[in-house]
């Protein structure tokens, strides 16, 4: 039995699920979709987010994505720097709240919505970004193995997200990105603002971030269970593991536009 975190794997144990029967293997990314060989400045122009410090997120609008936190973090963040704009993808139940809370902030001009956008099209939004954000709330079990810090990273972002759950284990915190207490809307603020005062910082965490993600890819969570599974089943090892992306339809965009 495969459990993508920590905390998910104690959980089936208190459950009463042996402990020898469960292997924790996170989440991946499929890196031929995230990388950072995108024109970031096409994108910009398509969006009217040029000369901007642009903070972003990608996600659904739930409670337990921490949206509205972020929105009432942005607005501290962009009264003190006009130049600050937020890019939201995604679209959720809470998006009316989330445009009411914008509308009352004044913060119309400082706001993209990108809406629900495909899977493979991701990628151009999130080169646009000069800070993604992933700011979870604080939870009792935060059980995840958030897809969007794999995204975030694959795709050389600076990565900003709360200490919480399996996020600490992945991003290392000024090496890979920059953590900051979940709720503390000032320390998210102040993660902004060292990035935005720091360009070399941003895309240093960006780099190494990209990297830290090459071995986190579908391809090798799939060698890995392979490798957990053929003592079990007598069998050898296949010739060659199988490559990133083999069989997938899917294919990268290069450019704004552009349709695989």
């Known amino acids: 039995m495969l459990a993508v975190s920590e905390p998910l794997r104690r959980w089936l144990e208190k459950a009463r699920v042996d402990s020898g029967r469960v ?16 024109d970031s400045q096409a ?14 997120f990608a996600g659904s609008f739930r409670s337990w994505h921490g949206v509205e936190f972020l929105v009432s973090a942005f607005r501290d963040f962009h009264g003190a720097d006009p130049s600050t704009h937020l890019l939201l993808v995604g679209d959720g139940p809470l998006r009316p709240r989330i445009e009411k809370a914008i509308r009352e902030a004044g913060l119309e001009q400082a706001v ?8 493979e099209k991701v990628p151009l939004y999130l080169a646009a970004m000069d800070a993604a954000v992933a700011p979870y709330p604080a939870l009792e079990e935060f059980y995840y193995s958030p897809l969007k810090l794999f995204e975030y990273m694959a795709a050389g972002r600076a990565v900003v997200a709360s200490r919480v759950g399996q996020v600490a284990d992945v991003v290392e915190d000024g090496k890979t990105g920059l953590l900051f207490e979940p709720g503390d809307r000032q320390s998210l603020v102040q993660c902004l603002r060292r990035l935005k005062q720091d360009a070399t910082l941003g895309s240093d965490l960006g780099k190494r971030a990209h990297a830290a993600c090459s071995e986190r890819t579908w391809a090798g969570n799939a060698a890995r269970v392979i490798e957990w599974v053929e003592p079990l089943l007598g069998r050898k090892r296949p010739a060659a593991a199988p490559t990133e992306g083999a069989g997938l339809e899917t294919q990268p965009y290069k450019s704004w536009g552009e349709t695989p």
Do not use: S
Request: charged share 25%.
């Open 112 to 119: 993209t919505f990108a809406g629900a956008v495909a899977h």
């Open 23 to 38: 292997r924790t293997l996170p989440n991946a990314v499929d890196t031929r979709l995230f990388h950072r060989d995108l």
């Open 43 to 56: 994108i910009r122009r398509r969006l009217n987010l040029e000369g901007r410090f642009v903070v972003g």
